[in-house]
Every structure is written in C-alpha cells, then in structure tokens.
C-alpha cells in the first residue's frame, strides 16, 4: 500500500489550492483515507477523512465549509479542496489512511497498519 500526495505550494489569503493524494495497493473498499497537517511547533492536526465504502466524509471544525475532501471514481485518488485559505492553514499536509470516529478524522488503519504519503507544503502568506 503506498499513498503519495501532491499539490502545495504558496498562496495568497483568501485563495485556493486543490491537493491530491494517489493510492496504490489497497484491495478491499473497506478503507478510509484523509488528510493531515502540521505546522512548524504544532500538534498534528486531522483535517478531513474519506470513507471509500460509504462516501462519508468528517472534518476538523477549523476547515468546516473551506475545505472540501472528495474521491476520484475511477481511481484510489483523494483531493482536498481548500478555499478561502488563511495563514493559519499554513502547514505539511499529509495524506494517510484515517478513520472517522465521533463526527471527527482521525488517525486510521487498514488492516492494522496507518499509512502516510509524503508531506506537500502548503504556505498562505501575502
């Protein structure tokens, strides 16, 4: 199983950026992935979670009604779509497997093991 993102770069407040993340090697539906980031002294944080099974999605309430995550139909690929950008959405986003638990993304698991792709920088600044 691999996942690899891409899609950062540097943005202006109030602008968007759309970041991918493929995936390879998942072979059962029954798996979630999403998107996670984490800025330079912070905690990581969960962003957003897709579940392939259902099409349900979670989000953090600090990108409730920004961000939009979805799926390629034809493919393991998630986007996430970031709009109305701020500079705290600054940060190393990663995608991973997750898991939606309570109405929130977290970390998840497919078949016992969490899986990252590479962090994409993402950099809202003026």
């Known amino acids: 199983v691999q996942l690899q993102a891409s899609g950062g770069g540097l943005v202006q407040p109030g602008g968007s950026l759309r970041l991918s993340c493929e995936g390879s090697g998942f072979t059962r539906p029954y798996y979630a992935i999403g998107w996670f980031r984490q800025a330079p002294g912070k905690e990581r944080e969960a962003v957003a979670c897709f579940a392939f099974a259902d099409s349900s999605t979670v989000y953090a309430d600090s990108v409730k009604g920004r961000f939009t995550i979805s799926r390629d139909d034809a493919k393991i690929t998630v986007y996430l779509q970031m709009n109305t950008l701020k500079p705290e959405d600054t940060a190393v986003y990663y995608c991973?497997?997750?898991?939606?638990?309570?109405?929130?993304?977290?970390?998840?698991?497919?078949?016992?093991?969490?899986?990252w792709g590479e962090g994409t920088q993402v950099t809202v600044s003026s």
């Open positions: 991973a497997t997750c898991t939606q638990s309570r109405g929130v993304p977290r970390v998840g698991y497919y078949f016992g093991k969490t899986y």
